[in-house]
């Protein structure tokens, strides 16, 4: 069993947002390693004595939604294990709300070497996932009042899928697929290869009969194509909010859900919401969201 270098609450905490402490290490682990791989914090044991204690804050510089909270808590207690230095790590704020500039999020106290050298891995993961979370939100937002939810897709940062779908969730968006083999999507080159829609879905259920399989359509005869064939959910791949609905008034009699996809931006979501679609497929989740800006500030 991996031994976690952090209390147990913090553990109970992970587990209970659906992430894995176990990966949480590794992920934690790989970020501070990418600083530390080179050498020691030269500039912080320059300029700060080995015995310096204090306190310092995470603190939002701008408006958004958190996401990582208890990750960031992970990296400094991490480090804090890594040198046999006891940290205490104070979650004001926790995952899911909405921020401004100002607000505290993290309040840690120890060895002042120790919380200046985990600033920026602590940081970077802090500020991605709150990032995606933040976007997740905005688009959760304009949905507002509709039955349509945003879901993410598999366009994420290497290494950080695990997290950045979390952050989607802590937006108040739904995860789309985790991999490739949780659920599959018959795309355009698979129905090339197979022939057609009917062909290449029956392929997939035969193969895999428990997974969930979505189609890619691009036309209104793809989507009577794929109902007949028995999907249980069609992706409406760059059709505009029209064919949308038209698409929908095939689907829904036939008790199959429907996701709109491709190059979709918050000033469509109104329209795109209102042709009855079930999801909105945003790839700039976790591709393009960009980082929530927090900063650490040493208390005088």
Same mark, same amino acid.
Request: net charge negative; aromatic share 2%; proline share 6%.
């Given at each position: 069993?991996?031994?976690?270098?952090?209390?147990?609450?913090?553990?109970?905490?992970?587990?209970?947002?659906?992430?894995?402490?176990?990966?949480?290490?590794?992920?934690?682990?790989?970020?501070?390693?990418?600083?530390?791989?080179?050498?020691?914090?030269?500039?912080?044991?320059?300029?700060?004595?080995?015995?310096?204690?204090?306190?310092?804050?995470?603190?939002?510089?701008?408006?958004?939604?958190?996401?990582?909270?208890?990750?960031?808590?992970?990296?400094?207690?991490?480090?804090?294990?890594?040198?046999?230095?006891?940290?205490?790590?104070?979650?004001?704020?926790?995952?899911?709300?909405?921020?401004?500039?100002?607000?505290?999020?993290?309040?840690?106290?120890?060895?002042?070497?120790?919380?200046?050298?985990?600033?920026?891995?602590?940081?970077?993961?802090?500020?991605?996932?709150?990032?995606? =979370?933040?976007?997740?939100?905005?688009? @959760? $937002? *304009?949905? !507002?009042?509709? &039955? %349509?939810? #945003?879901?993410?897709?598999?366009?994420?940062?290497?290494?950080?899928?695990?997290?950045?779908?979390?952050?989607?969730?802590?937006?108040?968006?739904?995860?789309?697929?985790?991999?490739?083999?949780?659920?599959?999507?018959?795309?355009?080159?698979?129905?090339?290869?197979?022939?057609?829609?009917?062909?290449?879905?029956?392929?997939?259920?035969?193969?895999?009969?428990?997974?969930?399989?979505?189609?890619?359509?691009?036309?209104?005869?793809?989507?009577?194509?794929?109902?007949?064939?028995?999907?249980?959910?069609?992706?409406?791949?760059?059709?505009?909010?029209?064919?949308?609905?038209?698409?929908?008034?095939?689907?829904?009699?036939?008790?199959?859900?429907?996701? =709109?996809?491709?190059?979709?931006?918050? @000033? $469509? *979501?109104? !329209?795109?919401? &209102? %042709?009855? #679609?079930?999801?909105?497929?945003?790839?700039?989740?976790?591709?393009?969201?960009?980082?929530?800006?927090?900063?650490?500030?040493?208390?005088?």
């Amino acid at each position: 069993m991996t031994t976690l270098p952090w209390p147990a609450p913090l553990t109970a905490t992970l587990a209970s947002a659906g992430l894995d402490p176990a990966h949480v290490l590794d992920v934690v682990t790989r970020t501070l390693d990418e600083d530390l791989g080179w050498g020691p914090d030269v500039t912080t044991e320059a300029t700060l004595p080995p015995g310096a204690v204090g306190t310092a804050d995470v603190v939002a510089r701008r408006p958004g939604c958190l996401a990582g909270v208890p990750v960031a808590a992970a990296v400094v207690h991490a480090l804090g294990a890594r040198r046999a230095e006891p940290v205490d790590v104070a979650i004001v704020a926790g995952d899911g709300v909405r921020v401004r500039p100002g607000d505290i999020v993290l309040a840690v106290s120890g060895p002042l070497r120790t919380l200046l050298t985990a600033e920026r891995s602590m940081l970077n993961l802090l500020g991605q996932l709150s990032g995606v =979370a933040t976007a997740t939100a905005a688009w @959760a $937002d *304009a949905l !507002a009042g509709s &039955a %349509t939810r #945003v879901r993410d897709t598999r366009k994420t940062v290497p290494g950080l899928r695990v997290l950045q779908k979390y952050a989607v969730r802590c937006g108040g968006g739904v995860n789309h697929r985790m991999g490739l083999g949780d659920a599959a999507l018959i795309k355009d080159n698979h129905v090339a290869a197979a022939g057609s829609v009917r062909a290449a879905y029956a392929a997939v259920a035969d193969r895999a009969p428990g997974v969930p399989v979505e189609v890619e359509c691009d036309t209104l005869d793809q989507v009577a194509e794929a109902i007949a064939a028995g999907a249980g959910l069609i992706l409406l791949d760059n059709m505009t909010p029209d064919r949308m609905r038209e698409a929908v008034a095939l689907a829904r009699p036939a008790g199959v859900r429907t996701e =709109a996809s491709g190059g979709l931006t918050l @000033a $469509d *979501a109104p !329209a795109v919401a &209102a %042709t009855g #679609v079930d999801y909105v497929s945003v790839g700039a989740l976790t591709h393009s969201a960009p980082v929530l800006d927090l900063g650490l500030d040493l208390r005088s």
